[in-house]
């Protein structure tokens, strides 16, 4: 694996976790505005999570690795993006995936007691060209 140097998010947090992972699935942007995009293609993502936190769980993680892939890969792991209800209201450009990972990491973290946190996730569509997404918190 080519590994890869992402943005920083700034945080007062005591721990930062990163969790890296490829996913294959396909979408269209059913608008002419798309151009080529318009037709049912695919990518190979790879996608990067940013989690941080101050208090590890009781057996000393931010959280498991393993649970943010399953929340994410498993679910979208070659398959249509469009097919998925959370994509029915808007279409699954690069940007609104990585909000919705973020979102489905957040739902996930706050079961947890530890209550860690989703800063950052990146979604790279291409070799070429990437969507960073940070969800806006109160300061």
Do not use: W
């Amino acid at each position: 694996m080519l590994y890869q140097y992402y943005p920083q998010v700034v945080h007062h947090y005591v721990y930062e976790l990163n969790k890296d992972f490829h996913m294959s699935a396909a979408h269209f942007i059913p608008s002419e505005l798309a151009g080529k995009c318009q037709h049912t293609h695919g990518h190979t993502y790879t996608v990067n999570v940013t989690i941080a936190g101050d208090e590890l769980d009781e057996i000393g993680f931010l959280i498991d690795f393993k649970m943010i892939k399953q929340a994410v890969h498993d679910r979208y792991d070659h398959t249509l993006l469009n097919d998925h209800a959370e994509y029915r209201s808007q279409f699954p450009t690069t940007e609104v995936v990585a909000k919705e990972i973020c979102n489905t990491i957040q739902s996930l973290l706050d079961s947890k007691p530890n209550r860690p946190q989703c800063l950052q996730v990146i979604v790279r569509e291409t070799p070429t060209s990437y969507v960073v997404y940070r969800p806006k918190r109160d300061l």
